[in-house]
């Protein structure tokens, strides 16, 4: 793919920084040289020749006609791509690296086209072709490299970045399989590998000239130079090349084209010589692939950690490789005097996953470039910032120290020594409090010493982020309390955000165009303008609009639930819609036991007031999280029960959708009507699933909990279902918890509860479910699900009685579409940028 001229200019751009010092021109003075050229094509004219030029053949699949699509698509952004990247690497304004080991980003065409607003022109000149934009793009694979919320963030923050023209560069691992396919067989969660690179990916460009080698084991070695001073030298590794593929991220409508850049691990050409010399040649070579293993799979872990020695040399490939590539770009531009480094540069950390950074940082600053501990320190403490995602002990990081002294040695060192000096500083301010020095060490003492990961960052870190307002709270007054109180400045809020681009533009047209007619299209890029909509709540040709926009997208997404899941339903009922990952603490199974409960009114001739709905839950299971896979099980069961009675389908249909991903979000949110957001209370840093929701006029039915207490704020609790327990009482109740003792004195729990265990949902498969029974009435259950039944069941009620009502239910749509404004990740964005990347 790379053309004559550019590896022109690549063998150039070696040898000049090869010839960097303090003193020459930088290596982007290459790009000076570059002959001009013609400007570019047209999208048609380019997608003609790649279909004459690209594909070699006259016949074609519709995957190979994407593929040219896509290659012109890419191609009508080279010349901005080239200019952002000219002007960053001057570094105009500060660069951001924002360090993910996740990044959900979905399907690109839609985005790209809408981000260069070529849609339209793309329409026209696909006629050419015999299909339709729209037929084109569902033959894209989902990029799916993330597990769920964290992952669709970071891809999220990656538009919005290059929509507020920010120089932010997205660093992750390119995996050659992305989250699982999830496939439901006989009920059943069955996970299938993503090969979603098999067609090859036409968005990326593999950039030979900045690979760099990453080392792994070894040893460290120290000496005294003849000045007196001691340097560590780690030896005998075993190195892996890191070479970078850029995929680009265009701003919307602003010329800007940021770059994420995605790591693949491949095997250097040092053979084993060993191995070699015995002449096993093809042994030697084959043990090569194993290099190659760091980048092949997503772990597929949310919530939770994976000890897996693996992961964690995935963590140290994605933060080395991203590290020294930032520093050969400072080092182009400044040579090596590093004292405007943290002036310029930021590296976000996307939860603890990228957080060996901090010491991978101090070790290429002191054992590369020379620079002593204090100066080292001084850097890299003023140039990381940390955001936590989660409350949940499952999902705080550790690492064995034993594990990790094998594969980095120098690092633990250097974990070490940070340590050492930052307990200095504990012991200064609780002097004599031996137990503190123990509770905040990041070194964790027991049978086997473990590294605190959580810990590293904030230590290291000017800035620890909360991801919505009472998760930060909860982290100042509970987990990180200490660390609150020894640095209160660093600590600090950024409620997630989703872009309206692809959660409202791109994905639900209709109700764009809607938007756009009446309010501009300002809302595109300032999500606040939808505050206007609610002047039309009482516009009666405007809301009858609203509803038919919604029944036509509720058409739409009817046709993929019955393709998907061979279910039907029927858009003048309710959709009742649940899609996130399958977790304990998101409580799928409240849903299921409310959905058991309308099914058994439904049996005891009991509708009074009950509006007919469709229930859809999605999502994905971690693949050994047991209990998750159960809740799936579940689901499907009790979803075939009810659509195998004729006389319940009128009141109540239910589907499980297989494999629920970002391009599949793109269809659920424009035709959903209730958002269920119903996590126990505390538990849920944030969700964003909600805010997608809130954007396409869902109502939402939740707990205090997460975003939703801002959602609430922002539209008022006449437009709310709230419902449960609150985060205190859910603390108050632990001690006290008597679940038997709730269900004897509810009636309706009561008889979902013995339901279930008549085995009515698993006649043929007896005892299925008793670990889920169990845990319902286990005093210890954590996510309380029996203390919430009643009061989600009330909310439900209220539900069905305000969608009886539908010129309220389409008022209260509408308000909640003009409250979602603050839930841009525009927003989110812009408080980074204030609070943190630039304030500095
Ligand atoms: C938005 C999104 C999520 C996050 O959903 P929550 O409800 O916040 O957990 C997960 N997966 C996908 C595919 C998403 O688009």
């Given at each position: 793919m790379t053309t004559a001229k550019e590896s022109a200019s690549v063998k150039k751009a070696t040898t000049t920084r090869k010839k960097t010092t303090k003193t020459t021109k930088p290596a982007t003075s290459v790009v000076q040289t570059s002959e001009p050229c013609e400007p570019c094509d047209t999208l048609g004219a380019s997608l003609a020749r790649h279909i004459r030029?690209?594909?070699?053949?006259?016949e074609h699949e519709k995957e190979e006609l994407f593929t040219a699509v896509a290659e012109s698509v890419k191609e009508q952004m080279l010349d901005n791509w080239r200019e952002t990247r000219i002007k960053d690497n001057q570094y105009q304004q500060k660069q951001i690296a924002y360090l993910s080991l996740e990044f959900l980003m979905g399907r690109a065409l839609g985005n790209a086209l809408l981000s260069l607003d070529l849609t339209d022109e793309a329409q026209k000149v696909l006629t050419d072709y015999a299909t339709t934009l729209e037929d084109l793009e569902q033959v894209e694979h989902d990029a799916g490299l993330g597990n769920g919320g964290l992952g669709r963030l970071a891809a999220c923050f990656l538009d919005s970045c290059a929509c507020l023209d920010l120089s932010v560069t997205g660093y992750g691992i390119r995996y050659q399989y992305g989250m699982f396919v999830q496939k439901i067989i006989d009920g059943y969660q069955v996970e299938r590998p993503d090969r979603w690179l098999r067609h090859g990916n036409p968005w990326e460009v593999r950039i030979a000239n900045r690979i760099v080698t990453v080392p792994f084991f070894g040893h460290t070695e120290t000496y005294v130079d003849k000045d007196g001073r001691r340097h560590h030298v780690w030896t005998n590794t075993q190195n892996v090349l890191a070479v970078p593929y850029d995929m680009p991220i265009p701003g919307f409508n602003n010329g800007r084209i940021n770059t994420l850049r995605l790591w693949k691990a491949e095997a250097n050409d040092e053979f084993d010589l060993e191995e070699f010399n015995d002449g096993d040649y093809a042994e030697a070579v084959a043990t090569k692939n194993l290099a190659e293993q760091i980048t092949m799979v997503l772990y597929p872990n949310d919530a939770s950690v994976n000890g897996k020695e693996l992961r964690l040399r995935q963590q140290y490939f994605l933060s080395s490789a991203s590290l020294q590539d930032l520093l050969a770009r400072y080092v182009d531009q400044y040579?090596?005097?590093?004292?405007?480094f943290s002036r310029r540069n930021v590296m976000q950390l996307n939860?603890?996953?990228?957080?060996?950074a901090v010491p991978e940082l101090m070790r290429l600053l002191m054992d590369k470039y020379g620079l002593g501990w204090n100066e080292a320190w001084d850097i890299t403490s003023r140039s990381m910032a940390y955001t936590n995602h989660t409350l949940l002990p499952e999902a705080l990081e550790r690492w064995p120290v034993p594990m990790m002294k094998n594969m980095l040695p120098r690092i633990v060192e250097i974990i070490f020594e940070i340590n050492a000096r930052y307990l200095e500083l504990v012991a200064h301010h609780w002097p004599g409090n031996i137990q503190k020095l123990a509770d905040m060490s990041i070194i964790e003492e027991g049978p086997e010493q473990q590294i605190r990961m959580a810990y590293l960052a904030i230590v290291a870190s000017f800035s620890v982020n909360g991801v919505a307002g009472l998760h930060t709270e909860l982290l100042k007054q509970g987990l990180f309390s200490d660390f609150y109180q020894l640095w209160p400045h660093k600590f600090n809020n950024k409620t997630n955000g989703v872009t309206?681009?692809?959660?409202?533009a791109y994905c639900n047209p209709k109700l764009s165009g809607l938007i756009t007619r009446r309010l501009g299209k300002e809302w595109i890029t300032?999500?606040?303008?939808?505050?206007?909509?609610?002047?039309?709540?009482?516009?009666k040709a405007f809301v009858k609009e609203w509803a038919e926009i919604k029944l036509t997208n509720k058409q739409a997404l009817s046709e993929f639930v019955e393709q998907q899941c061979g279910v039907t339903f029927d858009p003048q009922m309710m959709f009742d819609v649940q899609v996130k990952r399958i977790h304990e603490y998101k409580r799928q199974l409240l849903n299921i036991l409310h959905v058991i409960h309308l099914y058994r009114r439904i049996l005891n001739g009991d509708t009074q007031g009950m509006a007919p709905r469709c229930v859809l839950i999605g999502g994905k299971a971690a693949p050994g999280y047991a209990m998750a896979k159960q809740i799936i099980k579940l689901a499907n069961n009790v979803a075939h029960m009810v659509n195998s009675d004729p006389l319940v389908t009128p009141y109540l249909r239910m589907a499980f959708l297989p494999n629920y991903n970002v391009s599949a979000m793109e269809k659920i949110c424009p035709g959903t009507d209730l958002s269920e957001q119903i996590s126990t209370a505390g538990k849920e840093a944030s969700g964003t699933g909600n805010m997608k929701f809130m954007m396409n006029g869902a109502l939402t039915i939740g707990t205090l909990d997460g975003a939703n207490i801002e959602m609430l704020e922002e539209v008022g609790k006449d437009n709310f279902f709230l419902f449960g327990l609150n985060a205190q009482e859910v603390a108050q109740t632990k001690a006290h918890y008597q679940p038997q003792q709730i269900i004897a004195e509810s009636e309706a729990l009561t008889g979902v509860m013995n339901m279930l265990k008549s085995g009515h949902f698993n006649l043929v498969e007896p005892g299925i479910f008793d670990h889920i029974i169990a845990s319902i009435v286990?005093?210890?259950?954590?996510?309380m699900t029996a203390a919430d039944f009643d009061s989600y069941r009330i909310a439900q009620e209220n539900v069905s009685a305000t969608y009886l009502d539908q010129a309220k239910w389409q008022q209260i749509s509408i308000r909640n579409s003009a409250a979602s404004g603050r839930f841009s990740s525009d927003n989110t964005i812009s408080g980074y940028r204030d609070d943190i990347w630039m304030k500095k």
């Amino acid at each position: 793919m790379t053309t004559a001229k550019e590896s022109a200019s690549v063998k150039k751009a070696t040898t000049t920084r090869k010839k960097t010092t303090k003193t020459t021109k930088p290596a982007t003075s290459v790009v000076q040289t570059s002959e001009p050229c013609e400007p570019c094509d047209t999208l048609g004219a380019s997608l003609a020749r790649h279909i004459r030029y690209g594909l070699c053949r006259d016949e074609h699949e519709k995957e190979e006609l994407f593929t040219a699509v896509a290659e012109s698509v890419k191609e009508q952004m080279l010349d901005n791509w080239r200019e952002t990247r000219i002007k960053d690497n001057q570094y105009q304004q500060k660069q951001i690296a924002y360090l993910s080991l996740e990044f959900l980003m979905g399907r690109a065409l839609g985005n790209a086209l809408l981000s260069l607003d070529l849609t339209d022109e793309a329409q026209k000149v696909l006629t050419d072709y015999a299909t339709t934009l729209e037929d084109l793009e569902q033959v894209e694979h989902d990029a799916g490299l993330g597990n769920g919320g964290l992952g669709r963030l970071a891809a999220c923050f990656l538009d919005s970045c290059a929509c507020l023209d920010l120089s932010v560069t997205g660093y992750g691992i390119r995996y050659q399989y992305g989250m699982f396919v999830q496939k439901i067989i006989d009920g059943y969660q069955v996970e299938r590998p993503d090969r979603w690179l098999r067609h090859g990916n036409p968005w990326e460009v593999r950039i030979a000239n900045r690979i760099v080698t990453v080392p792994f084991f070894g040893h460290t070695e120290t000496y005294v130079d003849k000045d007196g001073r001691r340097h560590h030298v780690w030896t005998n590794t075993q190195n892996v090349l890191a070479v970078p593929y850029d995929m680009p991220i265009p701003g919307f409508n602003n010329g800007r084209i940021n770059t994420l850049r995605l790591w693949k691990a491949e095997a250097n050409d040092e053979f084993d010589l060993e191995e070699f010399n015995d002449g096993d040649y093809a042994e030697a070579v084959a043990t090569k692939n194993l290099a190659e293993q760091i980048t092949m799979v997503l772990y597929p872990n949310d919530a939770s950690v994976n000890g897996k020695e693996l992961r964690l040399r995935q963590q140290y490939f994605l933060s080395s490789a991203s590290l020294q590539d930032l520093l050969a770009r400072y080092v182009d531009q400044y040579g090596e005097d590093f004292s405007e480094f943290s002036r310029r540069n930021v590296m976000q950390l996307n939860d603890t996953h990228p957080s060996i950074a901090v010491p991978e940082l101090m070790r290429l600053l002191m054992d590369k470039y020379g620079l002593g501990w204090n100066e080292a320190w001084d850097i890299t403490s003023r140039s990381m910032a940390y955001t936590n995602h989660t409350l949940l002990p499952e999902a705080l990081e550790r690492w064995p120290v034993p594990m990790m002294k094998n594969m980095l040695p120098r690092i633990v060192e250097i974990i070490f020594e940070i340590n050492a000096r930052y307990l200095e500083l504990v012991a200064h301010h609780w002097p004599g409090n031996i137990q503190k020095l123990a509770d905040m060490s990041i070194i964790e003492e027991g049978p086997e010493q473990q590294i605190r990961m959580a810990y590293l960052a904030i230590v290291a870190s000017f800035s620890v982020n909360g991801v919505a307002g009472l998760h930060t709270e909860l982290l100042k007054q509970g987990l990180f309390s200490d660390f609150y109180q020894l640095w209160p400045h660093k600590f600090n809020n950024k409620t997630n955000g989703v872009t309206p681009r692809r959660w409202l533009a791109y994905c639900n047209p209709k109700l764009s165009g809607l938007i756009t007619r009446r309010l501009g299209k300002e809302w595109i890029t300032d999500l606040t303008h939808l505050a206007a909509l609610n002047a039309f709540t009482s516009d009666k040709a405007f809301v009858k609009e609203w509803a038919e926009i919604k029944l036509t997208n509720k058409q739409a997404l009817s046709e993929f639930v019955e393709q998907q899941c061979g279910v039907t339903f029927d858009p003048q009922m309710m959709f009742d819609v649940q899609v996130k990952r399958i977790h304990e603490y998101k409580r799928q199974l409240l849903n299921i036991l409310h959905v058991i409960h309308l099914y058994r009114r439904i049996l005891n001739g009991d509708t009074q007031g009950m509006a007919p709905r469709c229930v859809l839950i999605g999502g994905k299971a971690a693949p050994g999280y047991a209990m998750a896979k159960q809740i799936i099980k579940l689901a499907n069961n009790v979803a075939h029960m009810v659509n195998s009675d004729p006389l319940v389908t009128p009141y109540l249909r239910m589907a499980f959708l297989p494999n629920y991903n970002v391009s599949a979000m793109e269809k659920i949110c424009p035709g959903t009507d209730l958002s269920e957001q119903i996590s126990t209370a505390g538990k849920e840093a944030s969700g964003t699933g909600n805010m997608k929701f809130m954007m396409n006029g869902a109502l939402t039915i939740g707990t205090l909990d997460g975003a939703n207490i801002e959602m609430l704020e922002e539209v008022g609790k006449d437009n709310f279902f709230l419902f449960g327990l609150n985060a205190q009482e859910v603390a108050q109740t632990k001690a006290h918890y008597q679940p038997q003792q709730i269900i004897a004195e509810s009636e309706a729990l009561t008889g979902v509860m013995n339901m279930l265990k008549s085995g009515h949902f698993n006649l043929v498969e007896p005892g299925i479910f008793d670990h889920i029974i169990a845990s319902i009435v286990d005093p210890f259950d954590q996510w309380m699900t029996a203390a919430d039944f009643d009061s989600y069941r009330i909310a439900q009620e209220n539900v069905s009685a305000t969608y009886l009502d539908q010129a309220k239910w389409q008022q209260i749509s509408i308000r909640n579409s003009a409250a979602s404004g603050r839930f841009s990740s525009d927003n989110t964005i812009s408080g980074y940028r204030d609070d943190i990347w630039m304030k500095k």
